[in-house]
């Protein structure tokens, strides 16, 4: 492979991550993390060594019908440093809405990345961000917001 | 060309598209269509054949100067699917705002769509969105939100 | 360098510019600047030429640890036009947050610019965005929003 396709494939793994993340598929998730992934989310307040305890925190955080996700990466840089390594600079935004406690985060932050490469598939070695910021407010302050749509919304969950 | 150059000729005509829509060129989004091109925007709600159709919806939507789009895609995931087809996941965040009914609809999807190359150029030849969420809020609410730009914005309409 | 080397350079220093500018890295954002540079953000009401008059106008209006900007480009259209010129049309997502005012202006646009290959690295050579849209609200409309993270706040700034 050339390094560009290198570097489109370390891309694609990030877009699954995050789709897998937002879609609350979480063994799809779990298969793009190293086994000896370590976390730093949220400037290292959430730190976390191993798939098992990533998938265990992200599926407590994210896992609620209610508690709905959408994590956007941008502007990658990515840097091969070695035939099966590599590090990566995202820009990220997100927004989590919580339908139950009826409030809204949103934020922008800087990912910094390691990859591995094991069998010939890249995997997240390494992840966390740094806030640019993030905010919060009560999804009361706008009478009128209104969810609707949420596509883990099943029965009981509205809407 | 190369299976890079392949993708990055089918990411091209995707920006082109979206670029076409939020700029209201009817005539420059026609040509990023295959003639019998088929969509399932917004889980399916709004399925259209044909390019015809499917521009008549569009600008029907979101033609007016008061209705100001804009969709961003982003994590393309490009499969090569034979030496004249591709499928392609995008997610897409939106927001579209009625400066006349002073609502903001905002929301994130997963775009699946299919891509086929004809005359050396590649077409969209289907394409649809399943939400992850949707919200909808008057813009009273927030009594001091102002639009203080609006390209489409000519004699008689504000700003 | 193939084309596609090019163009993945290319992003990369537009990539960075964002990133040393929603960081407040001056001298990393001013490196990605070719000395005569030009600007027109804004539909042209913020024109600037020369490196060191775009990087005041940039400082004096982001500087402040108050004025947390972030920054996202999309949808890179990237035409090599000869072996060291370019020109791209990038979508852009922009949040400005003045947390002394207490405002928020938001907006969409299209960047395009110009790009210069100088002693084998990428300049932009010229740049300027037009608007689709731009809003700004007072924070103080919703009551409970706060800002929960700002990465350039130290003593004497909130949070």
């Not at 798939?51 to 955080?61: H, K, N, P, T, V």
């Not at 994590?71 to 091969?80: M, N, Q």
């Amino acid at each position: 492979m050339t390094d560009l396709e290198e570097i489109e494939a370390i891309k694609r793994l990030k877009y699954r991550y995050i789709r897998a993340l937002d879609c609350k598929e979480w063994a799809d998730l779990g298969a793009c993390l190293a086994t000896d992934c370590r976390t730093a989310y949220g400037d290292g307040r959430f730190s976390f060594e191993g798939r098992a305890a990533i998938l265990a925190f992200l599926q407590e955080s994210l896992g609620a019908a209610t508690r709905i996700s959408s994590h956007r990466v941008h502007h990658p840089e990515i840097e091969l440093t070695g035939p099966t390594t590599a590090t990566g600079v995202w820009a990220l935004d997100d927004v989590v809405i919580d339908a139950a406690a009826k409030l809204t985060i949103r934020g922008a932050a800087y990912y910094r990345d390691e990859y591995v490469k094991i069998g010939g598939e890249w995997k997240i070695a390494e992840t966390g961000y740094r806030r640019i910021y993030e905010e919060m407010e009560s999804r009361t302050d706008t009478p009128s917001l209104a969810l609707t749509r949420n596509a883990f919304a099943g029965a009981g969950v509205a809407p």
